[in-house]
């Protein structure tokens, strides 16, 4: 079902969710541009996954010579560093910790719930992880980088998340280099965190679904009583 605010894909066979990801869209894009990957995870039979999909503000883009589009904040200057308009992030990372709030008050454990996104959704889904104040299952940060990486400050409740990056090794739009130098960043703040490289540009490949199905449920375990991994 969907609202005015965010595409909602719960388990299918009628299944009460045991599990939440919530799901970041790119640039120029909307929920339902990743809403196909859904089904395409295959999961153990326990985990019941309710899936959110929230669609970003339409905002006027410097980069993009001011145009309005979908966005989770502006991008000023599209070099190496990316500067962006960090106010913007942290109130998009707002908006997915009332979606985590959300997903609790409707019975989802906090450690059962993973955070994703890809590009521009990414970069907001690593400021909302490590500040949430309760411990959270994962984040999974999809051709993207870690834009508040010298700002962020972060919780305690999250200091041993799970994260797990993926890259295309030729993304012409959000250069390798640049997601390797965020999970740098983050490791380095004593995350434990899993790099891979895909041979693909700024997309999502079929091997790629294959390991966020995999690690999904290495994450989420069997069901609602599974042990949360560290």
């Not at 010579?65 to 913007?88: F, S």
């Not at 390797?180 to 700024?202: I, K, N, V």
């Amino acid at each position: 079902m969907s609202t005015s605010n965010e595409l909602v894909i719960d388990p299918t066979g009628g299944r009460a969710a045991n599990a939440s990801l919530i799901l970041l869209h790119g640039l120029g894009a909307d929920g339902h541009d990743l809403a196909p990957l859904v089904p395409a995870f295959a999961l153990p039979d326990g985990v019941a996954l309710r899936t959110v999909l929230p669609h970003a503000p339409r905002l006027p883009v410097t980069i993009n010579a001011g145009m309005q589009m979908p966005a989770w904040y502006d991008i000023l200057e599209m070099n190496l560093g990316r500067r962006v308009d960090e106010t913007q992030l942290r109130a998009s990372a707002k908006r997915v910790h009332e979606l985590i709030d959300a997903e609790i008050a409707r019975g989802i454990d906090s450690r059962r719930i993973i955070l994703a996104g890809f590009s521009q959704g990414g970069a907001v889904a690593y400021e909302a992880a490590l500040t949430y104040p309760k411990p959270l299952g994962g984040l999974l940060a999809l051709s993207t980088y870690f834009a508040t990486a010298d700002s962020i400050v972060p919780g305690d409740a999250n200091r041993a998340l799970p994260i797990e990056v993926h890259h295309g090794s030729f993304d012409p739009v959000v250069p390798e280099a640049l997601g390797r130098e965020g999970a740098e960043r983050a490791e380095a703040m004593g995350y434990p965190l899993s790099y891979r490289s895909y041979p693909m540009q700024h997309a999502i490949c079929p091997q790629q679904i294959t390991r966020i199905g995999t690690w999904l449920g290495e994450r989420l375990g069997d069901g609602a009583d599974a042990p949360n991994k560290t």
